[in-house]
T-cell receptor, first 114, second 113 residues
Framework: NAGVTQTPKFQVLKTGQSMTLQCAQDMNHEYMSWYRQDPGMGLRLIHYSVGAGITDQGEVPNGYNVSRSTTEDFPLRLLSAAPSQTSVYFC?????????????FGEGSWLTVV | DAKTTQPTSMDCAEGRAANLPCNHSTISGNEYVYWYRQIHSQGPQYIIHGLKNNETNEMASLIITEDRKSSTLILPHATLRDTAVYYCIVRVPYGGSQGNLIFGKGTKLSVKP
């Protein structure tokens, strides 16, 4: 049981480049989400999904796209990277209908935009 | 915005109990109190959660006041490996946007030898 897996762990991009951060979970969780964490700050929600084919915006969605074609995968796309998107990105998943459910986080993806 | 207020930092001596307070005066009746911690820059780790009764597991105890407006996370015998940022979060424990975790800045706990 791998839990929540994020790739890549480290990435350097040039301004204007695009890339996709991958997130996969093997727990059959319906809910998945992406957070970013800037230095000295708490995590901020970018996008989330409550099931395959359903996505919605979080607190800081601008500059990011998501899709959810399968239950297992929830990729985060940066269409035109900007230095302000330099951050650590965390993917998370949980069940949606079980009371008191726990949210599981991946180990993070460090992104630098130069 | 986060619905909780926590001290920015706390120190604790190794082997002693660490008591981390959290205020959540606007908590709703169906919201649970969750605690997570983040060691270095790893992904946040779930610790414990509760609704209104005190809870205990192998990692910690959670004490929630009777009016549910505040709570305390207790690490009974802190070790150096417990040095981390601790987040107190209130949320409903089910699906949709209401179930999103909204993080504040947390409490930086430093356990000292």
């Amino acid at each position: 049981n791998a839990g929540v897996t994020q790739t890549p762990k480290f990435q350097v991009l040039k301004t204007g480049q695009s890339m996709t951060l991958q997130c996969a979970q093997d727990m059959n969780h319906e809910y998945m989400s992406w957070y970013r964490q800037d230095p000295g700050m708490g995590l901020r929600l970018i996008h989330y999904s409550v099931g395959a084919g359903i996505t919605d915006q979080g607190e800081v969605p601008n500059g990011y796209n998501v899709s959810r074609s399968t239950t297992e995968d929830f990729p985060l796309r940066l269409l035109s990277a900007a230095p302000s998107q330099t951050s650590v990105y965390f993917c998370a998943s949980r069940e949606t209908v079980v009371s008191g459910n726990t949210i599981y986080f991946g180990e993070g993806s460090w992104l630098t935009v130069v | 915005d986060a619905k909780t207020t926590q001290p920015t930092s706390m120190d604790c001596a190794e082997g002693r109990a660490a008591n981390l307070p959290c205020n959540h005066s606007t908590i709703s009746g169906n919201e649970y109190v969750y605690w997570y911690r983040q060691i270095h820059s790893q992904g946040p780790q779930y610790i414990i959660h509760g609704l209104k009764n005190n809870e205990t597991n192998e990692m910690a105890s959670l004490i929630i006041t009777e009016d549910r407006k505040s709570s305390t996370l207790i690490l009974p015998h802190a070790t150096l490996r417990d040095t981390a940022v601790y987040y107190c979060i209130v949320r409903v424990p089910y699906g949709g946007s209401q179930g999103n975790l909204i993080f504040g800045k947390g409490t930086k706990l430093s356990v000292k030898p």
